[in-house]
């Protein structure tokens, strides 16, 4: 069967987020799933299989992590849409059937695809012992958003601080269910973008994740309250970067991106 390494969030091979996506005729046991995710060993693997004409979806799509499997992907969404598109399995709006509900994703004319994700609620909580020493920063505010992704979202003093991270990963993983979003204003709008964030996951096995289309249903929000507009764009990551598009539409954030395919092969298993 084929498999293809997609960068998600990025039209720049190398760059953005890696994501493993395998098209299937039916779900295999959940054991053979892990364990390819392990193969792979990318932040996220997506599974993807056709379903009978007349749902309510047309993809049945499932994440795993090198370790588990999560409710929601943004990146790997994106990047099983790409494959579908660019192969011709699919055409115009896609609607995957998932943990987290049915989601869209619609390819537009210059390769952009716009993913329809649930908004995530945000609680402002205070500030959990040891989160600033583990960040090895000053917090401003943190929310929780355990109703829908998981995580925290902590806002940092500025960009530069965001960027400049060397965090305590292992100290992270008791603080939050899965994980945490460090995130400020842009210094200059200018560049393109509204704010920064960078994510740590490890208490599902990713010690950072590139750039995060799930976040982004909880920055979305976050920032457009702050900012006063409801289209944001992100800039994510440390090592490798990218940019999500994000608009607020009440319950429901539509998140944009590129993708593009860099390695594309046989699974002999």
Not at 35 to 55: D, I, M, Q, Y
Request: some cysteine; aromatic content about 6%.
């Amino acid at each position: 069967m084929r498999i293809r390494i997609v960068d998600a969030f990025t039209d720049q091979p190398f760059s953005g987020n890696p994501a493993g996506v395998l098209l299937l005729d039916s779900f295999p046991d959940d054991t053979w799933l892990r364990k390819v995710a392990a193969e792979v060993n990318l932040s996220e693997t997506a599974f993807a299989h056709p379903l009978p004409a007349g749902g309510e979806a047309d993809w049945a799509l499932r994440w795993f992590t090198p370790t588990t499997e999560v409710d929601m992907c943004g990146h790997a969404t994106l990047a099983t849409a790409h494959v579908l598109h660019t192969t011709g399995a699919a055409t115009g709006t896609v609607r995957f059937a998932t943990r987290s509900g049915v989601l869209g994703a619609t390819a537009e004319a210059d390769g952009t695809i716009t993913m329809d994700f649930p908004t995530s609620s945000l609680t402002r909580v205070p500030t959990p012992e040891g989160l600033e020493r583990a960040l090895g920063a000053e917090v401003l505010a943190v929310h929780d958003t355990a109703a829908h992704i998981g995580d925290l979202v902590v806002e940092l003093r500025d960009e530069a601080t965001v960027r400049g991270l060397t965090p305590d990963v292992p100290a992270l993983v008791t603080l939050s269910s899965r994980g945490i979003i460090a995130t400020a204003r842009a210094e200059n709008p200018s560049e393109g973008y509204d704010f920064v964030s960078r994510c740590f996951f490890p208490a599902v096995g990713i010690a950072e994740d590139p750039v995060t289309g799930s976040a982004h249903t909880a920055l979305a929000p976050y920032w457009a309250a702050r900012l006063g507009r409801d289209d944001l764009t992100g800039f994510q990551g440390g090592a490798r970067t990218g940019l999500v598009r994000t608009r607020l539409r009440g319950e429901r954030t539509l998140l944009s991106g590129h993708a593009v395919t860099v390695v594309e092969g046989e699974l002999h298993a």
